[in-house]
């Protein structure tokens, strides 16, 4: 019996074809960026034969990633670097895939890809390139885990490479005298938690309590997405319907859209016949006021560019006087609507002094200093009437007005130049509407987050929206790279 069974296994082997050996490929290489410098020939066959390498390796290999700030608290001898994760991510951003799952199962049918972006490999002498896929990668749990724990500031290293490699490209495609960040606009774009409160389909008691923290995200705030900046004048126009009579119920408050999450802050700039590039952004939670976004925002820029820029765009939410403050000192202005009542509006003389509504400059009585309900604490002037002030001279106002016989008209303004700039600044000349036009750089750089996700992701912690937000604004300005290269190609031949 047993003869016979060897005779057996003996020739059904004898009949089977013999694989080929495996080509061996090299399971350690080099960074992503050193292999985007190799021309194709150089790269294993099994690459070049890959669409998807191919395509991923110049669009991402130029960052530098050789210098990319690993994190020094990984644990084990043998810790996974974040660099091949967070490439792998930007692919994810790219390709629209909607979980970590969906991730892992498009790399899984891409070796090539897998073998460019540096995850550690798992020898397999049975596969043609010389490991095993799905071992190489971690699980998408692990994926999902690492995301809530990433450092921001290997996001922002990324963001602050894509700028670098612009700069260099853009230097032979610039008009003269244009300078890259000089105009900039800055906007917020809101971010929807991925929480139950959220549904309108879903009931939840009181879903816009903000002492009810949504169990789905420990992080998310309630705030509101939708309402006017613009304040109503003191004198309402003469009304065009019927009055209501005093005993009828008054009409309903004017009410905005509430949502828990998050908002994210960018800076823009256009560059002529290119585009927009992403310059800065800063996610906060979704009850901070847009004002909170426009020092750490500018930091971010500054640092970025080397300078400061001197001309920005921005929306009412940033009618503030150290915003105008910021633009002057850089040597340009802020062109901001004035948000402000009307009748708020001063003007000022050659010395700085605002005019009351007799035209006559109001003189300084003393000065304080605002620490609290504000932003930025500042210096206050208290300015009074000067008919009445240091002495009395004269027995009435030439306009009659009604704070005469109360002690005159008093009235309280930042003593900051930037201040005078924001009541003083002609919002109907050709340059204020020039700079003006630069927020729809802002406007289609948001159109293109919320077509990559921004708007509703489906994480569940700020440190991960964040992380999240930045490389989408990555990705953005590497497209931007991309479409540079391909038109300067075509230039070319």
């Keep these: 019996m047993l003869p016979q069974l060897r005779h057996r296994l003996t020739s059904w082997f004898a009949t089977q074809v013999m694989r080929p050996p495996a080509v061996s490929w090299p399971l350690v290489r080099?960074?992503?960026?050193?292999?985007?410098?190799?021309?194709?020939?150089?790269?294993?066959?099994?690459?070049?034969?890959?669409?998807a390498a191919m395509k991923y390796l110049p669009l991402l290999g130029d960052l530098d990633w050789a210098n990319f700030p690993e994190s020094p608290h990984r644990m084990g001898?043998?810790?996974?670097?974040?660099?091949?994760?967070?490439?792998?991510?930007?692919?994810?951003?790219?390709?629209?895939?909607?979980?970590?799952?969906?991730?892992?199962?498009?790399?899984?049918?891409?070796?090539?890809?897998?073998?460019?972006?540096?995850?550690?490999?798992?020898?397999?002498p049975h596969t043609s390139w010389g490991f095993d896929v799905a071992a190489s990668l971690p699980s998408h749990r692990h994926w999902s885990r690492l995301l809530r724990t990433l450092p921001h500031e290997q996001a922002r290293f990324l963001l602050h490479a894509s700028l670098q490699l612009l700069k260099v490209d853009l230097q032979a495609h610039l008009p003269d005298g244009f300078i890259l960040g000089d105009e900039i606009s800055l906007d917020t774009k809101h971010i929807l938690a991925w929480v139950k409160e959220n549904n309108p389909k879903c009931f939840v008691e009181e879903?816009?309590?903000?002492?009810?923290?949504?169990?789905?995200?420990?992080?998310?705030?309630?705030?509101?997405?939708?309402?006017?900046?613009?304040?109503?004048?003191?004198?309402?126009?003469?009304?065009?319907?019927?009055?209501?009579?005093?005993?009828?119920?008054?009409?309903?408050?004017?009410?905005g859209e509430y949502y828990w999450g998050y908002a994210s802050g960018v800076v823009a700039t256009k560059v002529p016949g290119l585009g927009e590039i992403v310059l800065a952004d800063f996610t906060q939670t979704f009850d901070k006021g847009d004002q909170t976004f426009f020092h750490p925002l500018m930091a971010q820029t500054e640092a970025h560019l080397g300078r400061k820029p001197r001309f920005g765009a921005l929306d009412k939410a940033y009618d503030a006087f150290y915003v105008y403050q910021y633009f002057h000192d850089a040597g340009g202005f802020?062109?901001?609507?004035?948000?402000?009542?009307?009748?708020?509006?001063k003007t000022f003389d050659e010395a700085g002094l605002p005019l009351c509504e007799a035209g006559l400059p109001m003189p300084q009585k003393s000065t304080f200093f605002k620490q609290s309900h504000c932003l930025v604490p500042h210096q206050v002037g208290r300015?009074?009437?000067?008919?009445?002030?240091?002495?009395?001279?004269?027995e009435s106002c030439p306009v009659a007005h009604k704070n005469w016989p109360?002690?005159?008209?008093?009235?309280?303004?930042?003593?900051?130049?930037?201040?005078?700039?924001?009541?003083q600044l002609d919002?109907?000349?050709?340059?204020?509407?020039?700079?003006?036009?630069?927020?729809?750089?802002?406007?289609?750089?948001?159109?293109?987050?919320?077509?990559?996700?921004?708007?509703?992701?489906?994480?569940?912690?700020q440190r991960s929206i964040a992380f999240h937000n930045t490389l989408?604004?990555?990705?953005?300005?590497?497209?931007?790279?991309?479409r540079l290269r391909q038109a300067a190609a075509t230039s070319t031949t």
Aim: aromatic fraction near 6%.
């Design 30 to 51: 080099p960074s992503l960026n050193e292999l985007a410098q190799y021309s194709p020939a150089m790269l294993p066959s099994f690459v070049q034969e890959s669409a």
């Design 77 to 124: 001898p043998q810790a996974e670097a974040h660099a091949p994760f967070v490439a792998a991510y930007l692919i994810k951003l790219d390709k629209g895939l909607p979980s970590m799952p969906k991730l892992q199962e498009y790399l899984r049918e891409q070796p090539a890809l897998v073998w460019v972006l540096g995850f550690r490999l798992q020898p397999d």
């Design 207 to 255: 879903r816009f309590d903000k002492t009810k923290q949504p169990k789905g995200d420990p992080d998310c705030k309630l705030g509101c997405k939708k309402k006017n900046n613009e304040r109503k004048a003191a004198d309402a126009a003469t009304p065009t319907s019927e009055g209501l009579p005093a005993s009828a119920d008054l009409p309903p408050l004017e009410k």
């Design 334 to 345: 802020a062109a901001v609507p004035w948000a402000d009542r009307t009748d708020h509006h």
């Design 383 to 394: 300015f009074v009437c000067p008919l009445l002030f240091p002495d009395q001279s004269a």
């Design 406 to 423: 109360k002690g005159g008209c008093i009235t309280s303004l930042p003593t900051s130049v930037g201040n005078r700039i924001r009541h």
């Design 427 to 461: 919002r109907q000349s050709d340059d204020y509407k020039r700079i003006f036009n630069q927020r729809t750089a802002t406007e289609r750089i948001n159109s293109q987050a919320k077509a990559l996700g921004i708007e509703r992701p489906k994480l569940r912690n």
């Design 472 to 482: 989408i604004y990555v990705l953005i300005n590497l497209r931007t790279r991309q």
